[in-house]
């Protein structure tokens, strides 16, 4: 299963500038193995210096980006497994800047910010592995909006890149 299987019904347009962050070929389930590779040496080769940093008042810091892409794999990993399951139920959206002080990233390390995020990938390549590409068709409610369970999928994975490009224009050019 390739993003170009994917349809434009399968998902609010928002999700579209994530979605075409991703190669048209890539397989869904090589894009999350990729994905963990390049995440995890993209964060370890931020400057320590910079770990802290916030390009203006009220941003993310670099460590903040991570916790943001922990945070909004679970929850994408979340709709994706309830909708692969057919389970019918509209799911709620959520406000990502709430999450963030909650999330103490600014007091843990890049390592551990890294191990967590492994592990949440490692959680979503073994979901998706257990899931048939016809339960990844399967069409639920999300937000508001119909997505599949693979727009899901690809959703968290052109997110990484979405965010990774904006770590690295506007974090590290400086």
Request: with cysteine.
């Given at each position: 299963?390739?993003?170009?299987?994917?349809r434009?019904?399968e998902?609010?347009?928002?999700?579209?500038r994530?979605?075409?962050?991703?190669?048209?070929?890539?397989?869904?389930?090589?894009?999350f193995?990729?994905g963990?590779e390049?995440?995890?040496?993209?964060?370890n080769?931020i400057?320590?210096?910079?770990?802290?940093?916030?390009?203006d008042l009220?941003?993310?810091?670099?460590?903040?980006?991570?916790?943001?892409?922990v945070?909004?794999e679970?929850?994408?990993?979340?709709?994706?497994?309830?909708?692969?399951?057919?389970?019918?139920?509209a799911?709620?959206?959520?406000d990502?800047?709430i999450?963030?002080?909650?999330?103490?990233a600014?007091?843990?390390?890049?390592?551990?910010?890294?191990?967590?995020?492994?592990?949440?990938r490692?959680?979503?390549?073994?979901?998706?592995?257990?899931?048939?590409?016809?339960e990844?068709?399967?069409?639920?409610?999300?937000?508001?909006s119909?997505?599949s369970?693979?727009?899901?999928?690809?959703?968290i994975?052109?997110?990484?890149?979405?965010?990774?490009?904006i770590?690295?224009?506007?974090?590290?050019?400086?």
């Amino acid at each position: 299963m390739t993003k170009k299987d994917l349809r434009p019904s399968e998902f609010a347009p928002y999700y579209l500038r994530y979605i075409e962050k991703l190669p048209d070929e890539i397989h869904l389930r090589d894009s999350f193995k990729l994905g963990k590779e390049t995440v995890v040496s993209f964060f370890n080769g931020i400057p320590h210096d910079k770990h802290d940093y916030a390009y203006d008042l009220g941003k993310w810091t670099c460590k903040e980006v991570l916790q943001h892409l922990v945070d909004t794999e679970r929850i994408f990993q979340y709709r994706l497994f309830r909708i692969a399951r057919n389970d019918k139920t509209a799911l709620a959206g959520f406000d990502q800047s709430i999450y963030m002080e909650p999330s103490m990233a600014k007091s843990k390390s890049m390592d551990d910010l890294l191990a967590e995020f492994t592990a949440v990938r490692n959680s979503s390549i073994i979901l998706l592995n257990s899931l048939g590409d016809d339960e990844l068709e399967h069409i639920g409610i999300a937000d508001g909006s119909k997505m599949s369970a693979r727009a899901a999928a690809f959703t968290i994975a052109g997110h990484d890149i979405w965010h990774m490009e904006i770590v690295m224009k506007k974090y590290l050019s400086c």
